[in-house]
C-alpha cells in the first residue's frame, strides 16, 4: 500500500490534527488532498475494499440464476442488477484509490484472503426465490447499513453511496416484488418462496456485525463520523423494517422469539447463531471457496486480455509520437 | 413446427413477415443469452458492466421481436403465444436463430468475435429496418440500431487491441476469426421468407447486407493487423442452418439451462 506521506499525531502533526479533529466535529467532509491522519486512512480504504469486495464477489450468488430466469422480464432485471453491482464495484474502488491505494492491490489482497467481503455471500443460492431473498433482505440489510454512510465524513466515499443506495433501494423492491408474486403463486412457488425467507433471514441479521459488546472497529469509526449507528441499532432498524413487510408478502419469519414491545416501542427478536457467523467468517461456509476461486479464475483467464490492452495502448502512444516527430 | 417458420415456398407476405420477425428476434435472444452467461466473468470490472449492458441491450430487442412476431402470429391463426411462450416453450427445432450467435465463449477472443461479426451484421440490417414499410418493425429497428453502434464500436475496439496487442492475444484473436467466420456465410444468404419480406419493402434480403458488412469488418481487422480468415462456410444438411431450426450441439445445452425452471411450473407466473 502507498501510504501519501507520513500523517501520525506526532508533535510535528499537532496543528493538523487538532484541524482535522475540528472538522469531524463540526461534520464536514473530509476530502482526498486534506490531510488525515494515517489510522483514518487506513480504516477507510479497509471499510471501502470489505465494500467493493462484497459488490463484486455479490453478483456471483445472483449470477447464479441468470440464464435460468423464469420469464424474459426476470432476466432483464437481474441483468440489470447485476451490472449495477459492478458499477458499485467500480465507484468503490475509485473512491477507495483516491485514499492511494490501486484497484489491482486490493483485488489482489482479496485474492490472498486478506481482505474480506461480507460474509453473506458464502450462502449458496438453491432456488429462484433465493434471488428475491437476496433482494428483499441482503440488499434490505445493506441498506440499513449504508443510508447512514451518505453523511460519512470521507467525501468521496459519502458521495458514492448516495448513488449506490438509490439503486440499492430499487434492487430492494424487485426482491420484494419477485417475492410477492411467488407468495401468490402455485403451492410450489410459496414454498420456494418460504423456505427461502427460512434461509436468508439469519444470515441477513448477522450482516450488521456481532453483538456491539463485541464490535473491534466500532468504537474509533463512530468517532470519526464514518459509521454513525452502533450493529445494534442498526440490526433493530432492520428487523423494525422487515417485520410489516413480511406480513404483507404473506411469509413468516423463521424467529420464535418476535414480538412486538410495546414499551420499547420496536420489536424484540433471537439471538443470531454467532458460532456459525464466526465459522462462516473463517472460512467455513457453503461457498467461500468456491466464491473466492470463482474470483481468481476470471481474474487469471483475463490477465492476459489486460496484458494485450497495456500492451496495445504503449503501442498507440509509441505510433503517435513517430507520427508527431 | 410450422411451414412459415421454416420459410415455405409459398409465404405471402404476411406469413413471411411473421416468419422474419421471428428470426430476429430469435438472434437477439440468443446473443443476449452467450454474453449473460459471462456475469461475474469478464476480464475486467468495466467488461462486466459492458458485456451486461450489451445482454442487456440485446435482450430488450429480443422481447419487443418475439412479443411482435406473437402477436403477428395470433393474426394469422388466432393463437396468441407471448414472449415467455415463445422463449422458454420452443424445442431446439423451433428456434429460428441463425448458427453464429449460439456459438459458445469459449475465451475472451472468442465473445469480441462473435460479437463483432454480429453486431456489424445488426446494423446493416437495422439501418434498413429503421426505413421498413412496417411502423412496428421501423420502429423497434430505429431504437435498436443506436445500441447495436456501441455494440460494434465496443467489439471494434477489442479486436484491435486484442490483434495489435501482445502475440498470444494476436493468436487467440486470429484462431477466433476463424472459428466464428464459417457461420457467417448464413447470415448473408436469402430464402423465400427473406425474399417474400424483402419484395414487399418490409424486410432486408441479406445478400444485399453483405457489402457493408465486410467493409465494416475488413477495416477492423486491417486496423488490428488481423487477415480475413480463409475458410469455407458451415455446410449443413441439405443446405439447412439455423434459419430452418438445424442448430448446434451446444445450442440444446443452452435452451436446457434456459428453459428448464420455466417448464418445471407449467402455467405458472413469475
Redesign the interface.
Known sequence: MTDRGTATAAPENAPEQRRFEERIAADERIEPRDWMPDDYRRTLIRQIAQHAHSE?IG??PE?NW???????????VL??K??DE??H??YL?SAAETLGVA?EELLDLLHQGRQRYSSIFNYPTVS?ADVGAIGWLVDGAAITNQVPLCRCSYGPYARAMVRICKEESFHQRQGFDLLY??AR??E??RRMAQDSVDRWYWPSLMMFGPPDSESTHSEKSMAWNIKRFSNDELRQRFVDMIVPQAEALGLTLPDPDLAWNAERGHYDFGTPDWDEFMQVLKGNGPCNKQRIE?RRD?HR????????????AA??RARSRTAAA | MSGQERGSAHAGPDTALAAYVLRLGDDA?VAS?RL??L???????????AL??T??DL??Q??SL?TYAGSLEERLTGVLRT??DL??LRGEDQFANCLLVELPNT??AHTVARQLLFSAYQFELYSRLAGSADATLAGIAGKAVKEVAYHRDHAAGWT???G???E??SE?MAAALEAAWPSTAELFASDPVFAAVAAAGLGADPPELRPAWEACVDGVLAEAGLARPEVPPVTGPAGRGGRQGVHTEAFGYLLA??Q???RS?P????
Request: net charge neutral.
Open positions: 463484486i453478483m456471483q449470477g441468470i440464464t435460468r430466469a423464469p420469464s424474459l422480464r426476470r432476466k432483464a441483468i440489470a447485476v451490472q459492478a458499477g464495484g467500480l474502488y484497484r429462484w408474486t411467488l403463486g402455485t410450489a412457488q470463482h476470471a483467464e483475463g490477465a492476459w486480455v489486460r496484458e494485450a490492452a497495456r500492451a496495445h503501442k498507440s | 435472444l443469452h449473460a452467461e456475469a461475474a466473468r469478464g476480464p475486467q470490472l468495466e467488461e462486466d458492466v451486461a449492458n445482454a442487456l435482450l430488450g429480443a422481447r418475439l414472449e415467455d422463449a422458454f475465451d475472451f484491435v487491441r486484442l495489435d496487442g501482445t498470444e492475444s487467440r439451462e434456459m428448464h425452471l420455466h411450473h402455467g405458472a407466473l413469475w
